[in-house]
């Protein structure tokens, strides 16, 4: 096993990335029913790849595993490399590439239809050798088999294990109460939350799914902001003001910045304040990773904000304070 301090990666990003065909409409349209819309471009994204680079983007070591097609292949590797990301685990397969259908509409909020690429992105050559460089996987699990391998490579490799809970994956409370166990960290936005619990997302709900497995739940909240708790402490962060745009991306932008800072030391308090500042940022330009900040775009929306620190609901123990806690080293 790789020891922490030898690592390359802080994270990696475990999924095909893929392309988005960006359209405006005044609304999604319901069945059977046609709208006009205007074409807003094409795109590159995928909720792993969108963390990557969102994550890169803030100065965290990233690294990307997944697939590429052969059409725009090229494309979306130099995506990669134009953040930062490091794609030496990213390859390219027969077919084309991965694709989602993004519907903006006129407030900014989006529907979406995604085609993944066929079978896995796991490749048992270098799935051990990419997780033993890295701190955290991140993952969305799409298919529960693959996803136990994961996780059951990552523990091998002392890696703790993320993922991303929507309700397209996650449609109910049966395979929520199978992914738990297998991860550390679990993210979800609030209508992913809703539909794998049957419940509203609240600090006291989130905290009952500590019991199955995983040290830290968040759960981001649109324009109310996000919760997130661990076993000791809680904290309701909110939003901070910004135009909405293009609302594409704003997730993965929250949820990379929530675990650059705590790999980089911060509170969860702090991280969720700073994770805020962020996804204000990415919501302002159109596509997922238009609107991506740096680290000093985030700190000057901190610096210039009005709003109070996030709200922590219980106290937080001395082996949570940044003093406390090994750079480079995420508790949960």
């Not at 993952?139 to 993922?163: K, N, Q």
């Not at 109460?177 to 960290?185: E, F, Q, S, V």
């Not at 304040?273 to 929306?301: C, E, M, N, Q, Y």
């Amino acid at each position: 096993m790789t020891p922490p301090s030898a690592r390359r990666f802080g994270l990696l990003a475990y999924g095909d990335p893929n392309i988005d065909l960006v359209f405006a409409v005044d609304r999604a349209p319901s069945a059977d029913e046609k709208v006009l819309g205007r074409h807003l471009g094409r795109h590159a994204g995928g909720t792993a790849a969108n963390v990557a680079c969102a994550a890169a983007h803030l100065g965290l070591p990233t690294a990307a595993y997944g697939r590429v097609g052969r059409d725009d292949g090229d494309y979306l590797v130099a995506e990669f490399q134009r953040f930062g990301v490091v794609s030496q685990w990213v390859r390219r397969v027969a077919g084309p590439c991965a694709t989602a259908l993004i519907l903006v509409q006129g407030d900014g909020e989006k529907a979406l239809v995604y085609a993944p690429l066929p079978g896995w992105p796991l490749d048992t050559a270098t799935l051990a050798p990419s997780l033993e460089q890295s701190h955290v996987v991140y993952a969305m699990p799409y298919d529960l088999a693959e996803f136990e391998i994961v996780s059951h490579e990552a523990r091998a490799a002392g890696t703790l294990v993320a993922i991303d809970v929507e309700a397209a994956v996650v449609p109910g409370p049966e395979r929520l109460a199978a992914l738990l166990p297998l991860c550390d960290i679990v993210f979800f936005n609030e209508g992913g939350f809703r539909a794998a619990t049957g419940l509203p997302p609240t600090p006291e709900h989130a905290r009952t799914l500590l019991k199955q497995g995983p040290g830290l739940v968040v759960v981001t909240l649109g324009a109310r902001g996000a919760i997130a708790v661990r076993s000791d402490e809680s904290v309701i962060q909110p939003a901070f003001p910004a135009h909405l745009v293009d609302a594409t991306g704003a997730g993965d932008c929250f949820n990379a910045a929530v675990l650059a800072r705590l790999l980089g030391g911060d509170s969860l308090a702090d991280a969720l304040r700073f994770a805020a500042a962020a996804a204000s940022l990415a919501i302002t330009a159109i596509g997922a990773r238009a609107g991506f900040p740096d680290h000093a775009a985030v700190a000057s929306v901190l610096d210039s904000a009005n709003q109070g620190a996030s709200t922590p609901l219980s106290d937080t123990s001395p082996r949570n304070r940044p003093s406390e806690r090994p750079h480079n080293q995420v508790s949960t």
